[in-house]
């Protein structure tokens, strides 16, 4: 159990530090775009409900299967951005900064396979592709005039170098499906994870637990 709770933490205060990373880009956002901004706490913030609802005996099979993706997805899309623009984030006083985000989208990727415990329908599998598809349009093809009247390209994160953005759109897109497939793929097959067996046995004991104590409850009335 301290283990889920230490995910769940460290999730949290992650989350919240990818928010205050994206303020100035959501800031000068118009509202309706926020869900396409903020893509690592936004998915972050989604693995984690996903599992807090799991724990809880609430589990949505579409929400587990698209927040996996999303923390496979974006951790890879972070390690790529850092690596295709690493002149820039690993130079001057960012490197330090840049090498903590470089370890901590490790640990965002691997935690996204915890979640995939269940086979995935085909039905959850298609919403989940286009759902992402939706999300690389609007990173890279959507245009929109912001809050401070500038003429904008897609809502993805303000990257430094614009020469190297369309090796980041066909990355993206090359993730989509690499993600989203491999992870339908991953729920079909029985495979080992660091920690997933032992996740899946803290939500299945405290379903019972629930359960149980529901049980004594109906029973003493």
């Known amino acids: 159990m301290k283990l889920f709770f230490l995910i769940v933490a460290v999730n949290i205060i992650g989350m919240l530090y990818g928010y205050y990373y994206y303020y100035n880009q959501l800031a000068s956002s118009p509202f309706w775009l926020w869900v396409f901004i903020p893509?690592?706490?936004?998915?972050?913030?989604?693995f984690t409900a996903a599992l807090l609802l799991a724990l809880f005996g609430f589990e949505n099979e579409l929400l587990n299967y698209i927040a996996a993706v999303g923390m496979m997805k974006y951790g890879v899309w972070t390690l790529l951005a850092l690596l295709v623009f690493y002149d820039y984030f690993f130079s001057g006083s960012l490197w330090f900064l840049?090498?903590?985000?470089?370890?901590?989208?490790?640990?965002?990727?691997?935690?996204?396979?915890?979640?995939?415990?269940?086979?995935?329908?085909?039905?959850?599998?298609?919403?989940?592709?286009?759902?992402?598809?939706?999300?690389?349009?609007?990173?890279?093809?959507?245009?929109?005039?912001?809050?401070?009247?500038?003429?904008?390209v897609?809502?993805?994160?303000?990257?430094?170098?614009?020469?190297?953005?369309?090796?980041m759109m066909v990355l993206t897109f090359a993730l989509?499906?690499?993600?989203?497939?491999?992870?339908?793929?991953?729920?079909?097959?029985?495979?080992?994870?660091?920690?997933?067996?032992?996740?899946?046995?803290?939500?299945?004991?405290?379903?019972?637990?629930?359960?149980r104590n529901t049980g004594r409850r109906r029973r003493s009335r």
């Open 39 to 46: 893509d690592c706490p936004f998915y972050v913030m989604l």
């Open 98 to 152: 840049s090498s903590v985000l470089f370890i901590l989208h490790i640990g965002m990727f691997a935690e996204g396979p915890l979640l995939i415990y269940r086979k995935v329908k085909r039905r959850d599998f298609v919403i989940g592709l286009v759902w992402f598809l939706i999300n690389d349009y609007f990173d890279y093809f959507y245009t929109y005039t912001n809050l401070l009247g500038e003429f904008t």
């Open 154 to 167: 897609g809502t993805h994160p303000i990257l430094p170098s614009g020469g190297r953005v369309f090796l």
């Open 176 to 211: 989509t499906f690499v993600m989203s497939i491999g992870a339908y793929w991953l729920s079909l097959n029985k495979f080992w994870w660091p920690a997933k067996s032992e996740v899946e046995s803290i939500i299945m004991e405290f379903q019972k637990d629930i359960r």
